[in-house]
Nanobody, 122 residues
């Protein structure tokens, strides 16, 4: 069982930056790949980024590639999403998720956080 709590969301102007954190409970955090997803009003949840168990491998959605960076600190059971050059279209609720498999498919993830709101003003 893994419990996830996101933080770091907020309101930022276009071009600004935010860093999201996702704190995980449990002793087996390093056994899970960690994904970030987002959901804007009226839209389906979409993949943003995923990081492997060791942190050595990452993948990003094309829409965020070059602007967002995912990292993890297994010693502190935390995964991060550094978001730079934010755009209004990045506005969404951002969720972190955990699963033993390295995947960008939301339906494959067993554990989810409650989400944190990111709003980017133009």
């Amino acid at each position: 069982q893994v419990q996830l709590v996101e933080s770091g969301g907020g309101l930022v102007q276009a071009g600004g930056s935010l860093r999201l954190s996702c704190a995980a409970s449990g002793r087996t955090f390093s056994s899970y790949a960690m994904g970030w997803f987002r959901q804007a009003p009226g839209k389906e949840r979409e993949f943003v980024a995923v990081i492997s168990w060791s942190g050595g491998t990452t993948s990003y959605a094309d829409s965020v590639k070059g602007r967002f960076t995912c990292s993890r600190d297994n010693a502190n059971n935390t995964v991060y999403l550094q978001m730079n050059s934010l755009k209004p279209e990045d506005t969404a609720v951002y969720y972190c998720a955990a699963d033993p498999t390295y995947t960008n498919v939301a339906g494959r993830y067993d554990y989810w956080g409650q989400g944190t709101q990111v709003t980017v003003s133009s």
